[in-house]
T-cell receptor, first 109, second 119 residues
Framework: QKEVEQNSGPLSVPEGAIASLNCTYSDRGSQSFFWYRQYSGKSPELIMS????GDKEDGRFTAQLNKASQYVSLLIRDSQPSDSATYLC?????????FGAGTTVTVRA | GAVVSQHPSWVICKSGTSVKIECRSLDFQATTMFWYRQFPKQSLMLMATSNEGSKATYEQGVEKDKFLINHASLTLSTLTVTSAHPEDSSFYIC???????????????FGPGTRLTVL
């Protein structure tokens, strides 16, 4: 079982719609959870971090964490073409950050 | 703040040569730096963790004699790929964690990556 699993995608959404990304993790001792955005050929860029159960909103992004279900999600509201990228879910325990394979999102104009 | 640089951004080398990649934290001190490798269409895989002034900790399956890591100061870590071969061609990304406390202590700040192509 992979440590971090994400929808394989690709996910295509029309401009202005909501993009929903899901992630599950296997280690119940995981402490911190992150969503990174990675454009092709570039390194990851942190867009959200969440540490406790519930929702966390930042602009058009909302992260949700459910530790009992070992589930993290990311909602992108009012999707823009510039949101087209691969989104990586990352889970941290101790010093180690484990990444999912990523979900590629394409926002079509 | 929290800027991490890498040099070079890309490198092409012949098989059998060694390549050194530098990772610098520009505006903060990083007790810990991490080296990742990313193959096309795959996610980031942690190769090793380096702490300033001590030996790096390598992940299972990563050859420490092939991937030499030095973390000589709080702002600089280097990765040397020794006797590089075509299968070492990849995107190498470093990240750094701030040495001081606060929320940012829990985050890793990524460098822009180095694209290595071994012919």
């Amino acid at each position: 079982q992979k440590e971090v699993e994400q929808n394989s995608g690709p996910l295509s959404v029309p401009e202005g719609a909501i993009a929903s990304l899901n992630c599950t993790y296997s280690d119940r001792g995981s402490q911190s959870f992150f969503w990174y955005r990675q454009y092709s050929g570039k390194s990851p860029e942190l867009i959200m971090s969440i540490y406790s159960n519930g929702d966390k909103e930042d602009g058009r992004f909302t992260a949700q964490l459910n530790k009992a279900s070992q589930y993290v999600s990311l909602l992108i509201r009012d999707s823009q073409p510039s949101d087209s990228a691969t989104y990586l879910c990352a889970v941290k325990r101790g010093y180690k950050l484990s990444f999912g394979a990523g979900t590629t999102v394409t926002v079509r104009a | 703040g929290a800027v991490v640089s890498q040099h070079p951004s890309w490198v092409i080398c012949k098989s059998g040569t060694s390549v050194k990649i530098e990772c610098r934290s520009l505006d903060f001190q990083a007790t810990t730096m991490f080296w990742y490798r990313q193959f096309p269409k795959q996610s980031l895989m942690l190769m090793a963790t380096s702490n300033e002034g001590s030996k790096a900790t390598y992940e299972q399956g990563v050859e420490k004699d092939k991937f030499l890591i030095n973390h000589a100061s709080l702002t600089l870590s280097t990765l040397t790929v020794t006797s590089a071969h075509p299968e070492d061609s990849s995107f190498y990304i470093c990240s750094a964690r701030a040495s001081s406390g606060g929320a940012s202590y829990n985050e890793q700040f990524f460098g822009p990556g180095t694209r290595l192509t071994v012919l």
